[in-house]
């Protein structure tokens, strides 16, 4: 596969949150507000990619070179959660509204399944570095195209009239479903 087919592939027909499922809680727990949604979904990039890429060089020099591949989520889940620790103290650092802004969701990035899924997947389908970075970051540039999408159509729906059994999470809920009904028209692309 090239690089480009990668990219498009991950963003557009295969989006982890559209197509996979994938990341659905912080989807819909972090997309009130656009600087929310804009702050994960630049916390969420740069951890997807470095986690990709380090856990891509653990299994291919040290798990599948001693046979310990077994270990494989136990380590990703070390590195993912060093990551997103590392993540957090720059946040607080740097953008202490942002930090507190994003309240619980900052840790969740350990356990959001996109991170993972994104590690795993890139060794199943045995990409080398390259493609496992390019991956990487398509994922991540779907999720947080997912994430400025719902973001946006939450702040409109807000001063919208909507009837009001669907005003809140029915109406994200019910958005989301149209989203991905849409991202299916992608799936000739590629």
Do not use: H, W
Request: net charge neutral.
């Amino acid at each position: 596969m090239s690089l480009f087919s990668i990219m498009i592939s991950t963003i557009l027909v295969n989006n982890y949150v559209f197509a996979r499922f994938l990341g659905i809680c912080p989807f819909l727990g972090v997309s009130n507000k656009m600087e929310t949604a804009t702050g994960m979904g630049i916390a969420v990039t740069f951890v997807t990619t470095l986690a990709s890429v380090i856990t891509y060089t653990i299994q291919k020099t040290i798990l599948d070179t001693l046979g310990l591949q077994y270990l494989q989520t136990i380590v990703f889940i070390l590195v993912i959660a060093s990551l997103v620790q590392f993540v957090e103290l720059a946040l607080k650092k740097m953008s202490p509204t942002l930090y507190s802004a994003m309240g619980v969701y900052l840790p969740l990035i350990t356990t959001n399944c996109i991170v993972l899924g994104v590690a795993i997947l890139n060794i199943q389908q045995e990409l080398n570095l390259i493609q496992t970075a390019t991956s990487a970051i398509g994922a991540s540039l779907g999720f947080f195209l997912a994430l400025v999408l719902i973001a946006s159509l939450r702040e409109k729906m807000d001063i919208a009239d909507i009837p009001e059994a669907l005003v809140g999470f029915p109406i994200t809920l019910i958005a989301a479903g149209l989203m991905s009904i849409a991202f299916a028209g992608f799936a000739g692309l590629v």
